[in-house]
């Protein structure tokens, strides 16, 4: 069985047109397919513009932290290499703090950007789902009202149930 | 009779991932001992492996696990341990018990040599596959400081194997065995990497040693799925 755990992973190909990159690849089809299904860069440019500025936090403050966590927590050993728990305990920590923005944050509006659900929104579906899963630390999520119910939410879309069949 | 016919009629049962090295161990000693068996994929990426059904074969979230009937085993060095004694009349002699002048004594070079493996070669050598293959992943760089520090550790381990293998062909002696096996996986990651041209090219019955271990049919069936892509953009 060949598996190929990390590297340039995912790739799409439309017809002749290759990507790269995840965050590009759902911002792409966002925008190709944005008159059909759910429009997950909002209406407006203002709006927009929020939905970019939360994208932009999940890739430079929530992401560095929870990959972290899913490295050394969910692979490291398992894959026969030492976890460094002082990484884990920092990363925690960081996420932490990340997430007391976010609880902050949806307190005030339903969403990340506003009240509808975004592309910011999704971009947080699979590390989460490591995080209250494998990773162990659903807590971290649980002890924040908002931030709890947001997960519960965005969680419970079909799309994303679909995903979590595979 | 009828005891060894039930007892072929259960297949071992492999759990691991195959780009794992733990489990290429494992998978190698299978293959050296010529066994069939069921190998079952364990999902990483779904986090499987830290889950409730398969934390109760495995409590700390471990691969490989071995399945023989109603027994269960985890830690790849004690599942190798237990094929080399339950068929060490077949396939090749791993624990050297078939050694023709005093088999007591290379047997006990097989346990002296895989405990080397386990206590000095391994703690050297996993932390600087781990900066090439997992650590550099996502857009890092290797942490050179963490694979200079290791690799001279690994090169003060291996002026120990350069010494031993002026004498003997192998670690335990002048046949393959286990303690051979053991070093393989790792070692066939390390040789991805620009740290082998002088830990190991830099040591001649090292490197003889290694393209011998390494060129045997049983690991190259198990080479074929050991594939821990590094990032390619």
């Known amino acids: 069985c060949r598996a190929q755990p990390f590297g340039s992973v995912p790739v799409i190909q439309d017809g002749d047109y290759t990507l790269y990159e995840s965050r590009a ?14 429009d997950l860069l909002g209406k407006t440019i203002e709006e927009r513009g929020l939905v970019e500025q939360w994208l932009e936090v999940e890739s430079q403050n929530f992401h560095p932290p929870i990959y972290n966590l899913t490295l050394h927590v969910m692979f ?3 894959l026969g290499f030492p976890a460094d728990e002082l990484l884990i305990r920092e990363s925690e920590e960081k996420l932490g703090k990340v997430l007391d923005v976010y609880e902050e944050r949806l307190s ?8 509808f659900f975004s592309l910011a929104d999704l971009s947080h579906l699979p590390f989460t789902q ?34 979590l069949q595979l | 009779m009828a005891a060894q016919e039930a007892e072929a009629a259960v297949p071992l049962k492999l759990h691991g991932a195959a780009m794992s090295a733990c489990t290429a161990r494992v998978l190698t000693c299978l293959h050296e001992k010529g066994l069939d068996f069921e190998f079952v994929p364990v999902d990483l990426f779904s986090g499987e492996h830290k889950l409730p059904p398969f934390l109760s074969i495995s409590p700390f979230g471990l691969i490989p696990v071995l399945q ?63 900066q090439y293959f997992v650590a550099s992943m996502q857009g890092g760089s290797p942490d050179q400081a963490a694979i200079d520090g290791h690799a001279e550790k690994l090169g003060k381990v291996l002026d120990v194997y350069e010494a031993r293998l002026e ?20 070692t066939y990651y390390l040789m991805k990497t620009p740290v082998a041209a002088s830990v190991v090219g830099g040591r001649p019955r090292v490197k003889a040693w290694w393209e011998d271990i390494s060129g045997r049919p049983a690991f190259l069936k198990v080479a074929q799925g050991m594939e821990f892509v590094a990032k390619e953009k």
């Not at chain 1, 509006?109 to 009240?115: C, M, T």
């Not at chain 2, 090749?92 to 206590?119: C, F, I, M, N, Y």
């Not at chain 2, 004498?167 to 790792?186: F, N, Q, R, T």
């Open chain 2, 167 to 186: 004498k003997s062909k192998y670690l335990a002696g002048d046949s393959y065995s286990l303690a051979d096996l053991h070093h393989v996986p790792y």
């Open chain 2, 68 to 130: 023989d009937g109603d027994l269960t085993l985890f830690e790849s060095r004690a599942i190798t341990a237990y094929i080399a004694e339950k068929y060490k009349d077949t396939g090749s002699d791993l624990l050297l018990t078939r050694h023709e002048a005093g088999p007591a004594a290379a047997a006990a070079a097989v346990k002296v040599w895989t405990e080397v493996e386990s206590q000095h070669f391994n703690p050297a050598i996993a932390p600087i596959v781990y």
């Open chain 1, 76 to 78: 490291a050993s398992v």
């Open chain 1, 25 to 38: 690849i759902i911002r792409y089809y966002s925008e190709k397919y944005k008159s059909q299904g759910t």
């Open chain 1, 108 to 115: 005030k509006s339903k969403y990340l950007a506003g009240d």
């Open chain 1, 130 to 163: 490591y995080l209250v899963g494998p990773i162990g630390k659903e807590y971290m999520i649980r002890s924040r009202k908002h931030v709890s119910a947001w997960w519960d939410d965005i969680s419970s879309r079909p799309s994303w149930k679909k995903v």
